[in-house]
């Protein structure tokens, strides 16, 4: 194994000889240890005729390996230290992580080891799981608002580009899932290089790097699938989506506009100007909508992020007679920072919002994978002190470039979830064109 000589503030970075890379915080004040594991891939990584195959392979992990073997003996060993196991199948990449008491001192990549490494899979626990996967899409599909979300995602922002595929929207494809196809997909992405470790909590950085390379030494490492760049012209030319629901007392409003990707240089800018435009109730957007306008309860904007693209989401809810108004209103917030973008208070108060909420908000699993993600994604992470210090550079001059740069050049996009009566694509795109 060849050490990188890379710190980073309260963790460290390992890179071991067959690729795989390991990113240790110890935490010598707390009980617990996080393991996680990350894969590089995600939905991005399918294509139409293969979606789902990356939520299904995480799935299937958890059915038992050599030294667990099923996921009984498995949850038992796991829960028995007051810990607990999941996985998350994101855009991007694959996340799997155990917590447990630090007195087991290497369960969680012990566990890991026999998931990733010894798993098992027959034919007869991919139709279990295949069942449990599709209770788990109906159960989705019961959120109307969701639904909403994701077509607004494929419709307006993301179109045929896989960026715009849900792997839970597809049940055909999972009932077409073969252990086979499994196997196919595990020897594609589950590379030594294409993987990484993150371990936070009360251990030994030494102890922990001399285990991993034990376990995970042995991966192969080789060359793994590319996902498809986005580019600009993958962006439907649809301005506004109509969402009619029978029966829907509120309408649901969401107006999208481009926001950078994480990897870019803008990428703390663009985190205060999202921020002041419509994170928490001292936010422009939220003064004006709920505090002066008295439009409904919030109003909130998040940013949906990906490497190299993104687009920034204010969503709200209102009462059908205010739809109009509340559209105005909100677009004329955006123009007030197109404008004149930001005072000298609002600036230096969202950098100490962001900055004290980065460390009231950590936990051991969030900090255990945003870390690992951040190594898969980006080549390091992307440590506190890091953020701290990416926020507190950015300057006054920096934040209406990012107004300009994200609140004109590429147009707006609106979409509205509602009953039928209320839905007038026409009108909405009228309102659009009137604030370009």
């Known amino acids: 194994m060849s050490m990188k000589d890379m710190r980073f503030y309260d963790c460290r970075y390992f890179e071991l000889s067959n690729g795989l890379r390991v990113v240790i915080t110890p935490m010598r004040n707390i009980l617990g240890v996080t393991a996680s594991l990350m894969v590089r891939g995600g939905t991005r990584a399918e294509t139409l005729e293969t979606i789902g195959v990356s939520h299904a392979m995480e799935h299937m992990f958890f059915k038992g390996g050599k030294r667990y073997p099923n996921s009984l003996a498995l949850a038992r060993a796991i829960e028995s230290s007051g810990g607990n196991h999941n996985a998350l199948t994101g855009k991007e990449t694959v996340s799997f992580y155990v917590q447990h008491g630090s007195f087991k001192r290497n369960l969680g990549l012990q566990a890991l080891e026999d998931m990733i490494i010894y798993g098992k899979y027959t034919e007869e626990e991919l139709e279990k799981e295949k069942t449990a996967i599709k209770s788990e899409l109906r159960d989705d599909f019961d959120d109307v608002d969701k639904i909403f979300l994701r077509k607004l995602c494929k419709k307006l922002l993301f179109g045929e580009h896989p960026l715009g595929y849900f792997y839970k929207e597809n049940e055909k494809t999972i009932a077409r899932l073969t252990v086979g196809s499994l196997m196919h997909y595990r020897e594609q992405f589950y590379k030594a290089n294409n993987l990484v470790i993150s371990v936070v909590g009360n251990v030994s950085i030494d102890a922990t790097i001399k285990d991993i390379e034990r376990r995970f030494g042995k991966l192969e490492q080789g060359s793994v699938p590319s996902w498809q760049e986005f580019l600009p012209e993958h962006v439907p030319q649809e301005r506004a989506l109509v969402f009619p629901r029978k029966k829907k007392k509120d309408a649901t409003i969401v107006l999208a506009s481009p926001a950078c990707g994480y990897s870019d240089a803008d990428y703390y800018a663009f985190d205060i100007f999202s921020s002041i435009l419509g994170e928490g109730m001292g936010s422009r957007l939220f003064q004006r909508f709920r505090d002066k306008d008295g439009l409904g309860y919030s109003i909130d904007s998040y940013t949906d992020q990906y490497f190299e693209t993104g687009f920034l989401l204010t969503m709200w809810k209102t009462d059908p007679a205010n739809i109009e108004r509340s559209v105005v209103a909100v677009l004329d917030e955006y123009r007030k920072f197109f404008e004149t973008g930001v ?94």
Do not use: H, W
């Not at 002190?385 to 550079?393: L, P, Q, T, W």
């Open 343 to 436: 005072t000298d208070e609002e600036l230096r108060n969202m950098k100490g919002y962001l900055i004290g909420k980065s460390g009231i908000e950590l936990k051991c699993q969030e900090l255990s994978i945003d870390y690992g993600n951040d190594v898969a994604l980006l080549g390091k992470p992307r440590t506190i002190n890091e953020y701290a210090k990416g926020i507190r550079a950015v300057k006054k001059e920096d934040i209406l470039r990012i107004a300009r740069t994200y609140l004109d050049k590429i147009k707006l996009k609106l979409g509205i979830c509602a009953e039928e009566q209320y839905c007038g694509k026409e009108k909405f795109e009228e309102l659009l064109s009137s604030a370009s």
